[in-house]
């Protein structure tokens, strides 16, 4: 089975429509029908939208499953923006396995982000860079080469000292 096929079989057992989908994705219905007759290949960063939606990990669409190799263009990757923080997601849940994803970012000297808490276990990696790393209540200096493995359901935040590039792996606990 293609991926166009299980995009429709697993969009139709969810009850959703083509325009349905391609709303909650921010494709256009046409995308949606491309994909599903196959006259389209959808991007690694869309398929892992059309598989977070519709609340699968994104192996469910590829092809083999025992596939030995994955090539993720740096176009095809899914970039967020917000309050400083810049990331690049490498390989969302699901492609390595579906609690796992793979992350890069980079914050600004004196940027911050702010206390908070997850259900996630995070392992990052310092690749360029200083920061302070705040958690459950201790100071944990880094820079280049170190790392940090912590669960994220204690208080924990980010104070950078130098520009900041690292890797992120997430483990989600759900």
Same mark, same amino acid.
């Given at each position: 089975?293609?991926?166009? $096929? ?5 969009? #139709?057992?969810?009850? /959703?429509?083509?325009?349905?989908? =391609?709303? /909650?994705?921010?494709?256009? $219905?046409?995308? !949606? ?11 690694? =960063?869309?398929?892992?939208? !059309?598989? %977070?939606?519709?609340? +699968? &990990? !994104? ?7 025992? %596939?030995?190799?994955?090539?993720? $263009? +740096?176009?095809?990757?899914? *970039? ?12 969302? @849940? ?11 970012? %980079? ?8 206390? +908070?808490? $997850? ?5 990052? @990696? ?11 209540? #201790?100071?944990?200096?880094?820079? &280049?080469?170190?790392?940090?493995? *912590? ?24």
């Amino acid at each position: 089975m293609d991926v166009g $096929n299980r995009v429709r079989t697993l969009r #139709k057992n969810a009850k /959703l429509t083509m325009k349905q989908l =391609a709303d /909650l994705v921010g494709v256009s $219905n046409t995308t !949606i029908h491309r994909i599903e007759t196959g006259q389209q290949s959808p991007s690694v =960063a869309l398929l892992s939208l !059309i598989a %977070q939606n519709l609340g +699968h &990990p !994104i192996t469910r669409f590829l092809n083999e499953p025992t %596939q030995d190799i994955h090539v993720l $263009n +740096h176009e095809d990757g899914v *970039f967020v923006d917000s309050a400083g923080l810049q990331l690049r997601l490498l390989v969302p @849940y699901g492609m390595v396995a579906d609690e796992i994803s793979i992350s890069t970012g %980079q914050l600004r000297k004196s940027d911050r982000i702010a206390f +908070h808490r $997850n259900k996630e276990v995070e392992f990052s @990696y310092v690749t360029k860079g200083k920061c302070i790393f705040h958690y459950d209540g #201790k100071p944990h200096p880094l820079g &280049p080469k170190d790392a940090v493995l *912590f669960s994220g359901k204690k208080l924990h935040a980010v104070e950078v000292l130098e520009d900041l590039e690292f890797l992120a792996v997430m483990f989600n606990k759900s």
